[in-house]
Nanobody, 115 residues
Framework: QVQLVESGGGLVRPGESLKLSCAAS????????MGWYRQPPDQARELVAS???????KYADSVRGRFTVSRDNAKNTMDLQMNSLKPEDTAVYYC?????????WGQGTQVTVSS
């Protein structure tokens, strides 16, 4: 089992940056899949970026080139650097991991991009 806690959300203006962090309650070195998802208001949750233990990285088309996902096995964290933020990036952002075929989710952190 693993508990995930997101942090770093907030209110920013278009074009600004934010860095989200997901802290795990145990070592992530053996967790194959970790990912960031987001759920805009009244929309379905969607994958933003994912990273495996072998550093295989995937991005949604809408964020590629603007967002960067990384994981630090020494700190048991996964980060999401978000640059050039747009109003359509407004959502609750969730951290997810898959461990022993079970899904674990964090509680989410709100990101609002507005002028």
């Amino acid at each position: 089992q693993v508990q995930l806690v997101e942090s770093g959300g907030g209110l920013v203006r278009p074009g600004e940056s934010l860095k989200l962090s997901c802290a795990a309650s145990r070592s992530i070195s053996t967790i194959y899949f970790m990912g960031w998802y987001r759920q805009p208001p009244d929309q379905a949750r969607e994958l933003v970026a994912s990273i495996t233990s072998g550093n295989n990285i995937k991005y949604a088309d809408s964020v590629r080139g603007r967002f960067t996902v990384s994981r630090d096995n020494a700190k048991n964290t996964m980060d999401l650097q978000m640059n050039s933020l747009k109003p359509e990036d407004t959502a609750v952002y969730y951290c997810r991991s898959i461990l022993n075929s079970r899904n674990f989710w964090g509680q989410g952190t709100q990101v609002t991009v507005s002028s």
